[in-house]
C-alpha cells in the first residue's frame, strides 16, 4: 500500500528565511510519481510538481526546489526567500497506476 | 482556458437527506476525481471516472456514489447523510487515469447538522 508521511505539521517562519518541507513515502511500485501541492486559505489545491520515479534529478522553479532521493524514499520541497504569499498547507502525494495518496500536509505560516 | 469548477460552493443539509454535487473538469480533459477532505483524515480519495466508467474507487460506504457523463462532467451523490460526512469535497481533472497531473477545483463545502 501506498503512504505519504509528512513529519511536520505546522512551520512558522520570518519571511526571506528558507524553509524545507518533509515528505516520505512508501510504495511497492516500481514505477510511480510524486507529487507537491499547495492549498492557500481560498481552499483550491494547486499543482506544483510531478516527478517520475526514474528520475532523481533535483528541479528549480524560481525560488522552488524539489530534492528526490530514492534511497531514503525522500522528495523534499524547499522554498527559497520566503514570501508571505507562501503561506499555505502543502501536500505531498504519491500515486502509481492508480489513485493518488496524500500526506497529511504541512502548514507553512509565513510572518512579515 | 477554463479551470474545474464545482457547485454549489457551500451546502448544508441535515441528517438523513441526500446530496449532490457538481464537477465540471478543465475542456478536453477526460479523468475526473473525487476527494474528501476533513481536519482529521486529511485528503481522502473517494474515486475516479474516466469515460463514464469508474475506475479506481477508495474505502468509503456504499452510501458515497458517482457517475460521469459523456461531456465529461461528473456528479457525486451521498445518501442518508451523516454528521461525519461534513467535508470539502474535491473534484480533480487530469487528461487520463492514473498519476498525471490532476487540478482541482475549488471545491464543495458540506455541512450536515
Known amino acids: 500500500a501506498q503512504k505519504v508521511t509528512q513529519a511536520q505539521t505546522e512551520i512558522s517562519v520570518v519571511e526571506k528565511e528558507d524553509v524545507t518541507l518533509d515528505c516520505v513515502y512508501e510504495?511497492?511500485?516500481?514505477?510511480?510519481?510524486l507529487f507537491w501541492y499547495k492549498q492557500p486559505p481560498s481552499g483550491e489545491l494547486v499543482f506544483l510538481i510531478r516527478?517520475?520515479?526514474?528520475?532523481?534529478q533535483n528541479e528549480i522553479s524560481g525560488r522552488y526546489s524539489w530534492n528526490f532521493q530514492k534511497s531514503t524514499s525522500s522528495f523534499n520541497f524547499t522554498i527559497t526567500a520566503s514570501q508571505v504569499v507562501d503561506s499555505a498547507v502543502y501536500f505531498c502525494?504519491?500515486?502509481?497506476?492508480?489513485?493518488?495518496?496524500f500526506g497529511k500536509g504541512t502548514k507553512l505560516t509565513v510572518n512579515p | 482556458k477554463a479551470g474545474v469548477t464545482q457547485t454549489p460552493r457551500y451546502l448544508i443539509k441535515t441528517r438523513g437527506q441526500q446530496v449532490t454535487l457538481s464537477c465540471s473538469p478543465i475542456?478536453?480533459?477526460?479523468?475526473v476525481s473525487w476527494y474528501q477532505q476533513t481536519p482529521g483524515q486529511g485528503l481522502q480519495f473517494l474515486f475516479e471516472?474516466?469515460?463514464?466508467?469508474?475506475?479506481n474507487k477508495g474505502n468509503f460506504p456504499g452510501r458515497f456514489s458517482g457517475r460521469q457523463f459523456s461531456n465529461s462532467r461528473s456528479e457525486m451523490n451521498v445518501s442518508t447523510l451523516e454528521l461525519g460526512d461534513s467535508a470539502l469535497y474535491l473534484c480533480?481533472?487530469?487528461?487520463?487515469?492514473?498519476?498525471?497531473?490532476?487540478?482541482f477545483g475549488p471545491g464543495t463545502r458540506l455541512t450536515v447538522t
Open positions: 480533480a481533472s487530469s487528461l487520463a487515469v492514473g498519476s498525471y497531473e490532476q487540478y
Open positions: 510504495t511497492r511500485d516500481t514505477t510511480y510519481y
Open positions: 516527478r517520475n520515479s526514474f528520475d532523481e
Open positions: 502525494a504519491t500515486g502509481g497506476s492508480e489513485k493518488l495518496v
Open positions: 475542456s478536453g480533459h477526460r479523468s
Open positions: 471516472y474516466f469515460s463514464e466508467t469508474q475506475r
